[in-house]
């Protein structure tokens, strides 16, 4: 169990997102970061689907009340335990009677706390994610404040295996790191600059000469009026050939809509169903993880892909993500003979 000592400035608890629901207005919502998110789950031995603690800009302080495998991917929120960096991106053992402290984001804008056995939340509509506007899912619908207590599910077969390793022999610290990591070079850490690739939006032919150059050639800055449900962007403004009614049709994270403003909306997790600005552009689904570690502030650019490579990318993703789960796997197997 995790008592909160003090809350950050936004913790959720987030899994893959409520599927199967947009028909009837039900938001999505999940993980802005799935990819952070689901190697966090891999690494203590949960299901990727599993439910973690999502934490932006600033993380929690916590009280570990009984001992907890967790691991910590995404941003750089700065994980101290008695005053010592904890790292990232690789299981952790946390004894009880551990404080956990997060500070500022120092790489990325959102962490991602994965415990073996998952949150014991109930699940609403067949996901455990927290939808803020609607106060659905998650912990009591809410973001965790101060005093709040978060249970444990039961730990699979593999996190037991991985809890057996670490405890060996080292009884007297208060946290217990494992030898080996995620490889640095499936980080997701932007350079900025940096071009997310994009497949030209259902009304991309809507929008005159000037501005289809200027998406792809300009920078864009993500306004401080950025959320879970849309980062807004400040930089040229975009207009359309001519004035065009629509009926509002689907939208998917990072749709990228235009309002008559002519300052674009980049849709994330926390999207509604349906839109009814024209759609520029849309994010591949490979460069979602980065636009979701970007901080308000920071810059962005757009560069064009074709749907055959933002299909073959995906699958390469999805590739390193097996193979992250077999070399574990097969860690195990050798250390159980």
Known sequence: ??????????????????????KYGVIVSGAMDSFSHRLANVLVGNLEKEAALEMTLSGPEMLFETDALIAICGGHLSPV???????????????????????????????YLAVAGGFDVPPVMGSKSTYLRASLGGYQGRSLQTNDTLLFGKPSEASEKLIAGLS??????????????????????????????????????????????????????????????????????????????????????GSIQVPPDGRPIVLMADRQSVGGYPKIGQIASVDLPSVAQTKPGEIISFTEITTEKAQALYIEREKLIAQVKLGISLKLNREDK
């Open 168 to 253: 060996a022999g080292h009884n007297d610290r208060s946290f217990i790191t494992g030898s080996w990591c995620i490889a640095e070079d499936m980080y997701l850490y932007r350079k900025h600059p940096a071009a997310i690739r994009v497949l030209k939006g259902a009304q991309f032919d809507w929008f005159d000469n000037n501005s289809q150059l200027e998406f792809y050639q300009k920078e864009f800055k993500v306004s401080s009026q950025s959320d879970r449900m849309g980062y807004r962007l400040e930089g040229p403004s975009l207009a359309l050939e001519q004035s065009k009614d629509m009926i509002s049709d689907a939208i998917n994270f």
């Open 1 to 22: 169990m995790i008592r909160i000592l003090k809350s950050g400035l936004l913790d959720t608890i987030q899994d893959l997102g409520r599927i199967g629901y947009q």
């Open 81 to 111: 335990i008695n005053g010592e960096s904890v790292p990232m991106w690789r299981p952790v053992l946390i004894k009880k009677g551990t404080k956990l402290q997060f500070g500022y984001a120092q790489k990325g804008c959102r962490a």
